[in-house]
């Protein structure tokens, strides 16, 4: 995904006959920082065993593709499994997984390079705002959901995505159910044997109608709660009168 929308091809898919990316192909020459994150709800309903080696499969990667060996490379590392690799991690609680987001996004500029791994439970809600078709927010669950609550996929996007400047590069790989539709993205892409699709060609600039559309979503769900709250007052008052008259 290439920040800002800007229409610029983003990572994708490997290009055709290609396993992987190179070095240079990860790198813009820019700043280089990730964020990974495993959960394995230890001591709780649900409990996973493998995401926290996940994150460290992760890293294998980032170091094989020539990321976290770039000068000045920064890591977050977000892990609930005391047994893990990780003894400097922070817990993934809803509060530190919404820093670590804070952290990834800020202060970039254009050629940076940002990865995000997510590796845990993932869910849905009911819409709220009116912005999804199916009806459903796609939500990250973090350890201490009980009590502080999901991570909605427009907490994501409008922490990670919409801000992010045009020409920062941010590639996110989410390892959880609903994952697709994680980051409230608008495009979709599947990626099929033999296509001849040009990978990178999907990601259009479509951030601000993606706002708009969103916003008016929003504003016509509002009206029609207004509406319904006036229909109900009436009707309310109209049962007064005639009982009145009785």
Not at 74 to 88: N, Y
Not at 125 to 133: A, I, P
Not at 160 to 183: E, F, I, K, N, Y
Request: proline residues 4%; positive net charge; aromatic residues 6%.
């Amino acid at each position: 995904m290439r920040g800002g929308y800007s229409g610029a091809p983003g990572y994708g898919a490997p290009p055709p006959g290609r396993g992987g990316y190179s070095a240079a192909e990860t790198r813009q020459g820019g700043k280089v920082k990730s964020v990974l994150i495993g959960i394995n709800y230890v001591g709780q309903q649900g409990q996973l065993s493998g995401c926290c080696l996940d994150v460290q499969t992760m890293q294998g990667v980032l170091k094989q593709a020539g990321i976290s060996t770039a000068s000045g490379y920064q890591e977050m590392i977000l892990v609930d499994d005391k047994k893990s690799q990780f003894p400097q991690s922070r817990m993934p609680t809803k509060r530190e997984i919404l820093s670590a987001f804070k952290w990834l996004a800020s202060g970039n500029s254009p050629g940076d390079t940002l990865f995000l791994h997510y590796s845990g439970h993932g869910g849905q809600q009911k819409d709220t705002s009116g912005d999804e078709e199916d009806g459903y927010d796609e939500t990250l669950i973090p350890c201490d959901y009980r009590k502080a609550g999901v991570i909605t996929d427009d907490d994501v996007f409008d922490i990670l995505v919409r801000d992010l400047p045009a020409g920062v590069r941010l590639t996110a790989v989410m390892d959880c159910c609903h994952s697709g539709s994680a980051m409230d993205l608008p495009f979709e892409f599947r990626a099929t044997e033999g296509s001849n699709r040009d990978p990178n060609m999907y990601c259009e600039s479509r951030g601000k109608k993606i706002k708009k559309e969103k916003k008016q979503k929003k504003q016509k769900k509002e009206k029609k709660d207004k509406k319904d709250k006036k229909d109900k007052k009436e009707k309310k008052k109209r049962r007064k009168l005639e009982e009145d008259a009785k």
